[in-house]
């Protein structure tokens, strides 16, 4: 599709891997397909520019093995490390208390030293979503990481109040976002959901910035030095 | 584009005809085009299924002829009433006093006995738009029409954070829209502007509540009787 | 008490009849007596117009038998089916997860397909209220129900910050949704704890729309089609 | 009408008496009728209670004599002085600059030394009232008053998303507020128009605190010292 | 350091004195710490005149004998009552279901018959100090106490979106906080953690109020009687 | 004063100087000394580290000749740029309508193409300032900027509800920035307004993000390409 706006109009080189390169970057789902149909754009783009890009999924509450596959799949298509908070099988987030997740967290966050974290919004309306954000929350007292929160993350359509402030232009890596999230065909083909929601939502979301496909990004916290 | 959602899952004969049939429509937008680019595929289902539809444009700034002229012709498109507040030449809405805006919407109001009106919304960043949407609060004092406000209407996509609450099902409208908002050429065509933009944005509005277009309003004051 | 707006003002015949008449209307409440509380006239009002009201209500905590007695008295006088979600004795929402929780009403949200789901808000103080928002919110995944959330039910008045977009005229049913909170005795006449207050409020609800005693809803989600 | 709460519950001695008593509060209402409307209850009280109230009114859009004389009237009514602020005859306060209408109240404050100023809010819908919102704002620089909102104030009842978070009560003095309003007669029985909202109202209020009747405020910036 | 305000403008005898002298201030807080850290001046204020104010602490996690120790030691300082909510032992707040921890509350509120109740926010990004905020919102039916939330309370900063609405003056008593907030060594100077910013973070506030010292409170409810 | 963090959580290399040294930042404020009070500290590191920083002044309402020669005595001081947009004389910016405005603005938006564009923000009580939000709100339309706004800017302190999303560590250009507010001697010390209060509140948003001085920014739309 062609894009309507003036050539002239477009931002220039304000770079992501200026910003994250060599640096660690923490993104922090509940589920396996959160993170890249949150933000597989923006961490492939990061990844391919230098960063360390660790993606670290909080649980895997049923189909352990199966989920894990596409999850591994889905962190090497878009060049990141993998990283499962509860491991050993099939988990479900609220048998955690949210001290000992804080706790989880904290120890990643001291160990890996992000340069940024990146992680579910107060906006979104499923609730193991919300017991990540609230987890992640008082972390950010350990160290002054960048702090953002990605568009609520889901298989199906429901409105939300979700407000972005920040955008990434991931118009290169939008085929490889999308072939990320395909490799959850346990969430999508097996269920006959398509993906095509995703391609056409980072379109609009371009539009508002000039790029071809962009995601946004609520901001909590973020030092320009 | 092929919809993905579940048949099943679609939502039934709720219509705008049985609720606003026979009655009486005031849609007030600031300047030519706003309407359409905001509620033309609702403008245009409300007026096909038998209401009376009033498109109230508050005033021409320049270009007064061939800027009513379009407006006449994207009315005549959605089948509606067009009226001009300020008329009798090109006039700037900032040279008129709130008190003497909220006079003539009341004047029209008591008139036309409206069922519903439509305006911007205080999510606007136009400030024609945000006088007009302060001039019709006052107005539901006179009389207890639903009101709605509409995503804020631009020619550019700029970032904003209107949220919908109710949604408007404009399938079967939005070739119509898309033709009334393309009689606006002086602010499209001539400017080398697509109107792209309006139509994927009601597609991934559609998404939303599974149809394949519809368009989103704020709900200031509705009632279910 | 006369009600002093002028007659031509008043609002005419947009009918829920015509909305939800031959479908089904899920109520999901936490505890008996805050649907009857809480939307009360509009369950009696779409009972008689022709819909299918379950009240659903997810917990008794304790003192079983008698509540569960005055929860059925409610559903039969305003006409509804009644459903306990945590069923064969006193239970406490606590001690379910609300992944089972949102899975128990994703069970009802496929047997039932309710073109409406009314329930606690987010503005509300008592946590079994905001656990079952929380569990409604992502059942909207599943169908394109209109979604609706009515006002902090309580015993007590406390002040909260709940903000209605859309009124349900009751003044048919006033009388129908005082006798049902009344049913709950235990909870009101029991504890010398007046229901008079919920009348008045209805009626100063019904001012700000022109009639006499009405209820209102935030919108999360609705179709106009 | 009894109030049904345990007397044992009510809120004791906090008294505004010993707050504002032989100080100097300034209520600042756009027009006439305005004061009594919002906050009557209270400016009698505190006038009753010693101390020094300044109703001072912005302007009066037109019947100069007649609501110039409900105005005395009503502020004779609650036991306060009266200030015109445009004075002269009947003017419009959109015909006057913010920038003068800041100087105005400028003036005033410093001339007056007032400990608490009272106004109406962001949450109203009628221009000029947010006119003298706006206008009131900046002169916190100039002095720390106590700065409180009131409810929006109008003569037929529209919904608003005003949340107050102080409540006084004016259960002794909601009789004297009620002939206040009356004083107005221009505005009600002249339109007939009743004034039954306002008490009632102010009942509905009462209940959130324990007591007859009261009247809600927000509060922008307050001192416990 | 000099202040710069005029003294002409400082506000003058509004005292908490006469508002709560003779009366039960509950101050709730999550762990030890946190209400020296919120409202440590504000409580030493009032028990210096005379009203009776009792600190009530939710649990101590662990380092129980430590932790409870410099819990005396600071409600010593500041000459309030100290109660232990879960006691007999190290203890965590998510062990406990909100519906107990609303009903031990409600236990106090009962037997101490409160003029005023001070906790912690929802802008509090602490899950157990939420869990507070949650579990304290519903008592407010039982008794028409005074309501307000401080400031995030935290060992090292991190921003917040609190927004105070009342100050407090603590100009008298910012000694006797810092003094308090130093009796938990555990927290402060075994983690070389400096106590600096409290003082720092109270002058600022201060100048907002136009005295030297001052704590800053939301309101949930107040009663001017 | 010794900052108490510990040396290892501080952030590092994330610089201005990467995204907007070679490029355009402009930044808009109402009245001379409003942009050295709100992010002058952020000017003169990005004139320091290559920017080309352009100070737009909307209007001097008074003492044209001695604030004229401050605000240039700023401007030199910060090593930017000065514009006067109303220029010839004294101007007040209530008497321009604001299409005209926003014409002056893009205008400069068209001239200079801005790579960043900062201005007063929402939360700011001065009636100048949000006019000059609002004017430069429209301007977005015309080229896909990063888009901030500032703390209010005052010369005495008043609460207000800013929310910073966005730090600028300006420890190194803190000193500049305290020297331009002082070359604005007509409003601080011929006033006898010490200017302490804004060297202090840095220190205290510095703390947020663990630098010595920070100013805040809330975040309107930024790239992150």
């Known amino acids: ?62 189909d352990f093995e199966v989920r894990m596959a596409e999850a591994r799949r889905g962190a090497e298509i878009l060049g990141c490390e993998l990283k499962l908070l509860l491991d050993g099988g099939p988990q479900r987030l609220e048998d955690v ?62 409105p939300t109040a979700f407000h972005p402030r920040v955008y990434v232009d991931v118009s290169d890596t939008i085929d490889t976002k999308m072939q990320a999230i395909k490799a959850h065909a346990s969430q999508f083909r097996c269920r006959a959901l398509s993906t095509d929601m995703y391609r056409e939502f980072a379109h609009v979301q371009g539009r508002l910035v000039g790029v071809e496909y962009a995601e946004g990004l609520d901001v909590m916290r973020m030092l320009l030095a």
């Open 1 to 62: 599709m062609k894009r309507d706006c003036d050539l002239a109009l477009q931002p220039q080189g304000q770079s992501l891997a200026s910003r994250y390169s060599g640096r660690t970057v923490l993104a922090i789902g509940a589920h396996p397909d959160d993170l890249e149909i949150g933000i597989g754009g923006m961490l492939a783009k990061l990844a391919r520019d230098g960063a360390k890009v660790v993606m670290v999924i909080a649980s895997v509450p049923k």
């Open 97 to 158: 208390k949210t001290c000992d997740l804080v706790g989880m967290l904290d120890g990643i966050i001291r160990e890996r030293e992000p340069a940024a974290v990146l992680t579910h919004s107060n906006a979104d309306f499923h609730n193991d979503h919300l017991l990540i954000y609230n987890a992640c929350l008082p972390t950010q007292r350990l160290r002054y990481f960048d702090f953002f929160c990605f568009h609520p993350s889901m298989c199906r359509p429901v």
